[in-house]
Nanobody
Framework: QVHLVQSGGGLVQAGGSLRLSCAAS????????SGWFRQAPGKEREFVAA????????YYTNSVKGRFTISRDNAKNTVYLQMNSLKPEDTAVYYC?????????????????WGQGTQVTVSS
């Protein structure tokens, strides 16, 4: 059983940056695809980004391309989401996720494991 523990959320002003981290409990995570979803109040869960186990490929939803960067450090069993130029519409609970075989690229991705969620709030 892989447990994913998230950190790095918080409150930031529009235009600012945050980096989310997702640390896995087991080294098997390093062989898994991983990524991020987010869910804003009243909206469905949205795919944000994903990354293959080796660091490629990477996929992003259109609204974050050029602003967010997903990366991973397999030696630390950790995946990151660097969020720059944040906008109020980025406000959501962000969830780390992982899949044993498939790299996500859209909302149809169905991860095997989930983190607990981290609130990101972007003020105007």
């Amino acid at each position: 059983q892989v447990h994913l523990v998230q950190s790095g959320g918080g409150l930031v002003q529009a235009g600012g940056s945050l980096r989310l981290s997702c640390a896995a409990s087991e080294r098997t995570f390093s062989s898994y695809a991983s990524g991020w979803f987010r869910q804003a109040p009243g909206k469905e869960r949205e795919f944000v980004a994903a990354i293959g186990w080796s660091g490629s490929p990477t996929y992003y939803t259109n609204s974050v391309k050029g602003r967010f960067t997903i990366s991973r450090d397999n030696a630390k069993n950790t995946v990151y989401l660097q969020m720059n130029s944040l906008k109020p519409e980025d406000t959501a609970v962000y969830y780390c996720a992982a899949h044993r075989n498939i790299v996500g690229s859209s909302n149809t991705w169905r991860p095997d494991y989930w983190g607990q969620g981290t609130q990101v709030t972007v003020s105007s």
